[in-house]
């Protein structure tokens, strides 16, 4: 894990603690600090240099991550766009839990990629560096906001999460990735829903 990777993390939790205190000013601003994240998984999660390799790049996870980072600048620049907790209700409760998973990410990446539940995670961890423990945070934001946020923003987003999620369920092919492919069940999970329930703009 990256040294500094616990500046994004606290910055993650300002910006969330800001946009639930003040959502309707903060919603764009959220959006554009959304779309600055997926810029920064593209680049730091599959773009690499190697000695055996050189320059390395998953062109196909770049392309989708810019995508959504389109997507989220432009919803951001448009302003149509709000996240205003609108469809919090009994139903859709249970999603603020699995977020907050999400965000803690509890699991100590350096010994081998083990469950780690100490708290300190939530404020010291690095899901916030990371495409696959955040979407799903992302997408919850959404969800709860469906009725004021734009469809295809919700679609795409969650389309990609699937793909990128399904790929990384292969690490339960291996012992010492056993716990990734768990922790990655969210990821999976929450695009699915998201993706069928983008199909009206009803409540959920």
Request: net charge positive; charged share 10%.
């Amino acid at each position: 894990m990256y040294p500094y990777a616990w500046t994004f993390q606290i910055v993650s939790l300002v910006m969330l603690m800001l946009l639930v205190l003040r959502r309707v000013t903060m919603s764009r601003w959220f959006m554009f600090y959304v779309g600055g994240c997926y810029v920064l998984y593209a680049i730091v999660q599959n773009v690499a240099v190697t000695d055996k390799y050189g320059f390395s790049i998953v062109t196909v996870n770049v392309v989708m991550m810019l995508l959504v980072a389109l997507l989220w600048m432009r919803e951001a620049w448009r302003g149509s766009s709000r996240l205003t907790f609108g469809n919090l209700n009994r139903r859709t409760a249970w999603l603020i839990p699995a977020a907050l998973f999400c965000l803690w990410w509890p699991m100590d990446m350096m010994r081998g990629a083990e469950p780690d539940f100490s708290p300190i995670h939530l404020f010291a961890g690095g899901s916030a560096m990371a495409f696959c423990p955040m979407t799903p945070v992302f997408l919850v934001l959404l969800l709860l906001s469906k009725e004021n946020i734009d469809l295809t923003l919700l679609r795409v987003t969650a389309l990609v999460g699937f793909i990128i999620g399904c790929y990384n369920m292969g690490n339960f092919a291996t012992d010492a990735g056993f716990y990734l492919g768990l922790y990655h069940l969210p990821l999976v999970g929450i695009s699915l829903y998201a993706l069928l329930k983008s199909k009206r703009k009803n409540k959920i």
